[in-house]
């Protein structure tokens, strides 16, 4: 197993671009399955959870030809089998997002389960009542989502709470649907957004992108095209954070600062000096970093995938802060290992309360989940002296070539093997 040996309390230089975004790549990729012809897909990350959904879709009988590093073409004309195996989804439970293409398509689907997941029970319930109430007929059986229509109906379905892949399946279902579709209380991510954008590049009817109420005319079938994914909101506000731990000036390009309103907002008050520019910022750390309580939300609040990345931030603050995880029960798994550490945290339920420190020390961590992982980097990136971190394939399902984007801005990062 890959860890990575961090050698820490080193300033940063230089700039670095973001990659293509992870959660948009991975719906678009699952959406060439409406359409039986060849799509080419730019700026798509090379990331452990594009390569599952390749395996997925492959697996599925469709071709995924890598034309360039960042480029692919999916052709999934000939799908021999509508099933997503047990073995594939429980390593990505986005896999879920294949269901409503294939049933909207084929008429027919067999989805694992996804099962448990270390930062909450993470129900797919919406995602199974919106596509019955477009007639599917579904039953669950040994662990997989059983779903067959001759032809689904458009119909007017409101989220409770908001899902961002339920949204994303929801949507990508009606696009070949009879009629009308109306999403309520539907998520309004920048990736819901460029999901949407591409169907509707490859034919789709769809009005209200980016609010809660997304209208979705079905069509009887959609064309190939070509098409950009949009650049990863979470990794930019990740070396956003880099740059204020370890008092470093950066200039972060590729971006959509659009995207990053809150967090931008947040890391200001935070004291932060930041200049946007259409496609870039540059950052500039404050002498003393001050603590940000926050709440996570969906968007445009502030991400819950970012929040393991800001706990670091307001731990090297000079004062205490709240952080309150308002989308996920358990996503504070970062915490235990924060502490060992040094950082001062106390836990009540969904609330952390954080008390800042003078510095992290390094220690043998454990990564836990994806944002967790990024966390313990950032953490590693302040602390004086060497920090491994173990387990750091959850960090390779999100971030691209995370330890070379480090490197190449003067920090020292090395990939061991156990
Ligand atoms: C997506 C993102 C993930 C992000 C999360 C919240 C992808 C691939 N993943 O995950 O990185 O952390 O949004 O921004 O885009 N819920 C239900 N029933 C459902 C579905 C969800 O109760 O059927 C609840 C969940 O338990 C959670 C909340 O809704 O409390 C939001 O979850 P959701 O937006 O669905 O998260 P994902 O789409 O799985």
Redo the contacts with the bound molecule.
């Keep these: 197993m890959e860890k990575l040996r961090i050698n820490g309390g080193h300033p940063l230089k230089g700039e670095l671009a973001i990659s293509g975004s992870k959660?948009a790549a991975?719906p678009i990729m699952a959406a060439c399955l409406l359409c039986p012809n060849e799509i080419m897909i730019d700026n798509v990350p090379n990331l452990r959870d594009i390569k599952t959904m390749g395996t997925l879709l492959s697996h599925m009988g469709a071709t995924i030809e890598k034309v360039s590093e960042n480029t692919l073409k999916i052709n999934t004309k000939n799908i021999r089998q509508k099933f997503a195996p047990y073995e594939l989804v429980k390593t990505m439970?986005?896999s879920i997002v294949v269901l409503g293409p294939l049933l909207a398509r084929f008429g027919e689907a067999a989805v694992s389960l996804p099962g448990g997941c270390s930062i909450?029970?993470?129900?797919?319930?919406?995602?199974i009542e919106g596509l019955s109430a477009m007639g599917a007929k579904i039953e669950i059986k040994n662990g997989y989502i059983h779903a067959s229509a001759k032809e689904l109906k458009g119909c007017e379905f409101e989220f409770n709470?908001?899902?961002?892949?339920?949204t994303a399946n929801l949507m990508m279902a009606a696009c070949l649907a009879k009629g009308q579709t109306i999403l309520n209380n539907s998520?309004k991510?920048p990736?819901i957004v460029n999901l949407g954008e591409f169907l509707i590049t490859i034919g789709a009817k769809i009005s209200g992108l980016g609010t809660e109420r997304i209208i979705i005319e079905g069509v009887k079938s959609l064309k190939s095209e070509h098409f950009k994914v949009i650049p990863d909101r979470i990794e930019a506000t990740t070396f956003l954070i880099a740059s204020l731990i370890t008092k470093s000036n950066l200039k972060i390009n590729n971006l959509i600062p659009g995207h990053l309103k809150e967090p931008i907002d947040l890391l200001r008050r935070s004291g932060a000096i930041i200049k946007v520019s259409r496609q870039s910022i540059d950052i500039a750390p404050p002498k003393k970093i001050k603590p940000v309580s926050f709440k996570t939300e969906?968007y445009p609040g502030i991400?819950?995938?970012i929040q393991a990345q800001l706990m670091v931030l307001n731990i090297l603050a000079d004062g205490h802060s709240t952080i309150h995880e308002t989308?996920?029960e358990n996503r504070f798994m970062h915490v235990l290992e924060l502490q060992r550490m040094g950082a001062d945290i106390s836990l009540n339920r969904n609330i952390a309360l954080v008390q800042g420190i003078k510095a992290l020390k390094s220690a043998p961590v454990m990564a836990t989940d994806l944002r967790a992982s990024a966390a313990l980097v950032l953490a590693a990136l302040a602390a004086e002296g060497e920090t491994i971190v173990d387990r750091i394939y959850h960090i390779d399902r999100g971030y691209e070539n995370i330890d070379k984007k480090l490197s190449s801005l003067g920090a020292m990062v090395e990939r061991i093997e156990s």
């Design positions: 959660n991975l439970r986005a909450g029970a993470r129900p797919v319930n919406l995602h709470p908001v899902s961002v892949t339920g998520a991510e990736e969906p991400p819950t995938d989308i996920f």
